[in-house]
């Protein structure tokens, strides 16, 4: 194996080995020359070589996103630094374990007029759950007598080791994103093939929190007496929660289970498309539904319907499942159980008796009456994104992962049955369309699964240094909605006539991706109908020699008048 001489850069890879983070994501630079050739050169670490860093930060995320563990993210100093930021955002608030390792100069060469050198420390502290300044070190010939000197290295190297096992620890114990920052001095391409270090290893402590059955008595008591009960589950991983519980939740008929398609939660019980449900309710149905008692699990929740609505018509309670953290989006959180929701539910359930209601049988009618009404509208509506959707999500085959783009994408999704053996997956945490595409990358990666994105037109593009990598598995597939600009500003409040709309809010363009992937040589096929659709996708599903993109042209204008007329349709 090969090293570099420089005893810090030794302690990182080392001590990342060390707690199983085996994959790396290096943009190319000099001042990384160290961590690069540590990482690159040892045989159990997994590299990866991605230029752009906002994408390699993205492609990272989406690679942790499936592999349940640390990934490591490698550049240079200076303002290559700074690109990483929105996926750090995006992993702080999804609790997705990044560790950002970045080359720096010397603290003594900080503005001074030196290039590629920007004010490192703590340049994500708002959004980080750790960052590490680590010394810089002189690489000290084994002749040194200066006792000082020898000293003064020997202290740097200990406080180096220690702040790398925080920041290490931190990222697997909290899930979340961290920084370690490393100085270098020249020359930073010597290597030995042996180290020279002998790491520090400090084991993470895992610490999780209990409840006794006891404590537990005046909730279930509450939540027995209630006949009225919301449960709302946010993003979660596949198979994360045991199905049991979810079977006594869903066969309790005073409980009401609303998921979302990142929920990957399944009952024939569940309510699965909440703005079908609330999305015409008027107040008296509003007064209907509200809950006497809210529980909600998982990470962000994407409908605004739902938000709305729990925000006027409060429960009473609002108890929030988290290990980590709990937000109060609905403005009535009163109880966070820091606990692990399989936990949680084992000890809860136990006291939990099914109260005699027609509270979900009532809303089960409802959602019956929904989906026909849904169905009778599909059947007659023209060629615009929602029948692309219908299409689209019908015919991506089962057993395999759907990544979905931001803004409208994920919301037309949210009005679909969708196949339940399906995994799927969208960046909720900051809600950007910045790195969607890097993104599902990574996951297609990390999971070796076939995997489909769908993607706005305006996300495509702003992310297309994605495609920019050569680790893209043949199996990949990128379908587009191109309708020629962010149509979901047309669907929000506004004047939609006036050139001011056009060029600064749906951002109107005639980009086409066909030159894209000739660059980058994936196939490719258009459609502009519903006829070529129907006709294409089962080509584009069937071809794997390389990764593929469908780009489907719908209308721009029609779009938010079908989607509105849709609400007014099932009331």
């Not at 005893?7 to 020359?33: F, T, Y």
């Not at 029609?558 to 349709?569: A, M, R």
Request: net charge negative; aromatic share 10%; charged share 20%.
């Amino acid at each position: 194996m090969k090293f570099s001489s420089i005893p810090v850069a030794q302690s990182v890879v080392l001590l990342c080995l060390s707690k199983g983070i085996d994959h790396v994501v290096i943009s190319p630079g000099s001042r990384n020359a160290p961590l690069t050739i540590g990482f690159t050169h040892h045989p159990e670490i997994e590299t990866y070589s991605i230029v752009d860093e906002r994408c390699a930060a993205f492609f990272a995320l989406g690679l942790a996103q499936q592999l349940q563990k640390p990934v490591a993210l490698v550049c240079t100093s200076g303002s290559a630094l700074l690109n990483y930021y929105p996926a750090i955002s995006e992993a702080f608030y999804s609790d997705i374990p990044l560790v950002v390792i970045s080359a720096d100069r010397p603290i003594e060469r900080i503005d001074v007029g030196d290039g590629q050198t920007i004010r490192q420390r703590n340049v994500f502290e708002n959004h980080i759950l750790y960052s590490a300044n680590l010394y810089s070190e002189l690489v000290l010939e084994e002749s040194t007598a200066d006792s000082k000197l020898l000293q003064k290295q020997r202290e740097a190297e200990k406080h180096n080791q220690q702040e790398i096992n925080k920041a290490l620890n931190k990222a697997i114990v909290n899930n979340g994103p961290v920084h370690i920052n490393v100085p270098f001095y020249e020359p930073l391409y010597n290597i030995v093939e042996e180290v020279k270090v002998d790491p520090i290893i400090v084991e993470p402590q895992l610490k999780k929190e209990q409840i006794t059955q006891n404590e537990l008595k005046p909730f279930a008591k509450a939540w027995n007496a209630a006949k009225r009960k919301i449960i709302i589950v946010g993003v979660l991983s596949p198979d994360s929660v045991e199905q049991k519980y979810f079977d006594m939740l869903g066969n309790d008929p005073s409980v009401i289970v609303f998921t979302e398609t990142t929920s990957n939660v399944q009952h024939p019980n569940f309510f699965t498309r909440i703005d079908n449900i609330i999305g015409s309710l008027d107040d008296k149905g509003f007064k209907e539904l509200q809950p006497e008692l809210l529980l909600t699990f998982g990470g962000m929740v994407i409908s605004k319907k739902i938000k709305a609505f729990l925000r006027t018509y409060q429960p009473k309670q609002h108890w929030h499942i988290d290990p980590k953290k709990a937000y109060d989006t609905y403005f009535c959180l009163n109880r966070h159980f820091k606990l692990e929701v399989n936990y949680f539910l084992s000890k809860f359930l136990a006291q939990v008796e099914p109260v005699a209601d027609e509270y979900q049988t009532k809303w089960l009618a409802v959602r019956e009456r929904r989906d026909k009404l849904h169905e009778n509208y599909l059947s007659n509506m023209e060629w615009c994104d929602f029948k692309a959707f219908q299409i689209i999500l019908n015919n991506i085959p089962g057993k395999t992962m759907l990544q979905l783009g931001n803004s409208s994408t994920v919301r037309y999704a949210q009005l679909f049955d969708l196949d339940k053996s399906l995994q799927v997956f969208c960046n909720r945490g900051t809600s950007g369309i910045d790195g969607c595409t890097s993104t599902a990358i990574g996951a297609a990666v990390g999971s070796k699964i076939p995997t489909t994105l769908i993607t706005g037109d305006l996300s495509f593009f702003y992310d297309s240094n994605a495609l920019w990598n050569s680790r893209i598995p043949s199996n990949f597939k990128i379908v587009i909605i191109n309708n020629n600009g962010g149509g979901i500003f047309r669907i929000l409040p506004g004047n939609k006539d006036s050139e001011e709309f056009d060029t600064y809010f749906e951002t109107t363009h005639s980009l086409s991706a066909e030159h894209l992937s000739k660059m980058y040589d994936f196939n490719y096929l258009k459609v502009e109908s519903e006829t070529e659709l129907d006709s294409a996708i089962h080509k584009f599903y069937d071809n794997n020699d390389k990764p593929s993109i469908l780009e489907v042209k719908t209308p721009r204008t029609l779009n938010d008048k079908v989607l509105l007329n849709y609400f007014g349709y099932i009331k």
